[in-house]
């Protein structure tokens, strides 16, 4: 695993509570109460992304991950690689001229392949642009090829930033930021993330104990997405969550991880207690350890459930995740909901590895 955040790579830092949100100095809001224009808050990178816009800064967060990712992997490479690249839907709006989202992912992976050079020249570059739905896409997509033997490695990274300036217009023209008029809004953030992933049976030969088992995402379909009329009842990602415990026979174990995709808009937590309410009588959640990636990191779009996946197993290795599993919930903007499972991996000492859970 490697990380980029505003903690810098996802360490002890989360777990400590730390918290480094500051002013973005070139965003401003009006404060309705003063009449005044007030900087915006949101967690960015610091001097890793500072004088970077648009695709530029995407391509430092990206390199940063990987870059981690290699310190953590020490040259371990092996087989035929697939590359699984997750961005936002919004690349180009704001460039000049403006270009099709496609094309700038095109560009932007080539950018981090030119960058990255320590990391192995992938068979297969897989894009996806559907913000949260398509990370959870590209590591169901990783986890079948593994599984299928058309590929050895899988390497799936995020990137995002929604506290670039182009992206905060937009954000407080549907007033899903925080301000000083507005406080069930989010604090942007921007991130990426870079994960490996290979079959268990490989890991068990090469004899690379795994930090975890990674099992196939649950996906489901919520009729009430964020823009409707009604709000989401919880039922989508009632059955997502449920069924992401049945199919690890996980639902009656009393002690576990829950990683929620609250970041202080009213919808998700409103959505989230009506989930509670429906999985009460199925699993045992309810008593699980519960943590909230964006108290740390803000809001980090595409990038929210693989900086879940690496928070829980960054705890699996250090033993401070409570019980054998850890459960990250997504929750997307058009009504897309997954439920991500994850079991601890064999306590061995040899550098560990990650792998897919189902595919064998």
């Known amino acids: 695993m490697g990380a980029a955040t505003s903690l810098g790579p996802v360490t002890q830092a989360a777990r400590a509570g730390i918290v480094r ?43 940063a991950a990987l870059e981690d990712l290699e ?13 699984f690249l997750c961005l936002p839907r919004s690349l180009g709006h704001g460039t000049s001229p403006t270009r099709e989202s496609t094309e700038v992912a095109g560009l932007l992976a080539a950018r981090l392949q030119a960058e990255a050079r320590f990391i192995p020249t992938p068979m297969s570059l897989h894009l996806f642009q559907d913000e949260r739905g398509g990370t959870i896409q590209a590591l169901t997509k990783a986890m079948e090829l593994l599984a299928a033997r058309r590929c050895d490695q899988a390497l799936v990274l995020a990137c995002d930033s929604l506290v670039s300036p182009e992206r905060i217009e937009a954000q407080l023209e549907t007033r899903r930021l925080k301000t000083p008029d507005h406080p069930v809004g989010y604090l942007p953030g921007e991130g990426a993330v870079a994960l490996l992933l290979e ?71 409103r959505e989230w207690g009506q989930t509670l309410l429906r999985a009460r009588d199925a699993c045992r959640v ?15 779009g595409t990038v929210s459930p693989l900086v879940s996946v690496c928070l829980a197993t960054r705890a699996f290795a ?43």
Not at 50 to 61: D, N, T, W
Not at 255 to 262: I, R
Not at 286 to 300: D, H, Q, T
């Open 71 to 83: 310190a953590t992997v020490h040259g371990d490479w092996w087989g035929q690689l697939d590359f």
């Open 21 to 63: 949100a500051s002013e973005l100095a070139l965003s401003t809001c009006l404060d309705e109460v003063t009449s005044e224009r007030v900087a915006l808050v949101g967690h960015t990178a610091g001097p890793l992304t500072e004088g970077f816009e648009g695709i530029g800064r995407l391509v430092q967060l990206g390199v």
């Open 199 to 269: 079959r268990r049976d490989a890991a068990r030969e090469r004899a690379r104990p795994p930090i975890a088992y990674l099992f196939s995402p649950v996906t489901a379909q919520e009729t009430q997405s964020r823009d409707a009329k009604a709000p989401p009842m919880g039922r989508a990602m009632g059955e997502s969550l449920t069924m992401a415990l049945v199919r690890a026979g996980a639902t009656s174990i009393p002690e576990g991880s829950l990683y929620l995709d609250l970041n202080g808009e009213e919808f998700r937590a």
């Open 318 to 360: 250090r033993g401070y995740g409570p019980g054998r599993h850890a459960l990250i919930l997504v929750a997307g903007d058009d009504g897309h909901r997954a439920s991500v499972l994850l079991e601890r991996g064999p306590d061995l000492r040899s550098p560990p590895s990650m792998t897919a859970g189902r595919a064998q």
């Open 286 to 300: 309810e008593e699980w350890r519960s943590v909230i990636p964006a108290l740390n990191f803000g809001e980090l």
